[in-house]
Structures are given as structure tokens and as C-alpha cells.
Nanobody
């Protein structure tokens, strides 16, 4: 059974930082492409960052230079370091694993940035 469990969300003031974590189980993690998505109030879900099995990364324009995605294959973990947070970053952040053409999702973690 594949499980993705996010943690690290919370309430932070604008300009602050948070680090999200996603623990994966039930897959050969090193083979999975990992993504962070977010969905803010009244918004569609958007891709925030991805990291391939080979470690290549890409980011939404809105978070480039502020967010960093990383992975630890030994721990089956993916992280999203979020710096210089803005109120518009407020959303539920979800971890996604693309694994052999199947997609798996975590339950999400709330990030709220106050102005």
C-alpha cells in the first residue's frame, strides 16, 4: 500500500520560512518523480515544484528563488523549503509521487501566511 504523509505546515508571518516534509512508503522511492502541489482558497490546484528520480528540479515561476525542493532517497523523504513566504502562498500543500505511470497523493498540509 502506497502512502504519502506530509508534515510541517502551519501559520507563519509574511517573510518567514517553513519546511514541508513528505514521507513515502510502499514504493521504490528512488524511482519516483516527486512533486509538491498547492491549492489556495478559491484557486485551482497548481504545481509548485518537482524533482525527478535523477534529482533534476523545476519550479513554478511564482516560487522560483524562494522555494527549494529536495529528496533523501535513503529516508524516502521529499522536502519543500519555503522562504520569504507571502500571503498568496497560503494553501493546502500536497505531495505527489509519479511512480511507473501511477500517481499517488498525500492528504495535504495547511500553510497559512499572515500579512
Amino acid at each position: 500500500q502506497v502512502q504519502l504523509v506530509e508534515s510541517g505546515g502551519g501559520l507563519v508571518q509574511a517573510g518567514g520560512s517553513l519546511r514541508l516534509s513528505c514521507a513515502a512508503s510502499g514504493i521504490m522511492f528512488s524511482f519516483a518523480a516527486m512533486r509538491w502541489y498547492r491549492q489556495g482558497p478559491g484557486n485551482q490546484r497548481e504545481l509548485v515544484a518537482l524533482i525527478t528520480s535523477g534529482g533534476s528540479t523545476d519550479y513554478a515561476d511564482s516560487v522560483k528563488g524562494r522555494f527549494a525542493i529536495s529528496r533523501d532517497n535513503a529516508k524516502n523523504m521529499v522536502y519543500l523549503q519555503m522562504n520569504s513566504l507571502k500571503p498568496e502562498d497560503t494553501a493546502v500543500y500536497s505531495c505527489n509521487a509519479e511512480y511507473f505511470r501511477s500517481n499517488y497523493w498525500g492528504q495535504g498540509t495547511q500553510v497559512t501566511v499572515s500579512s
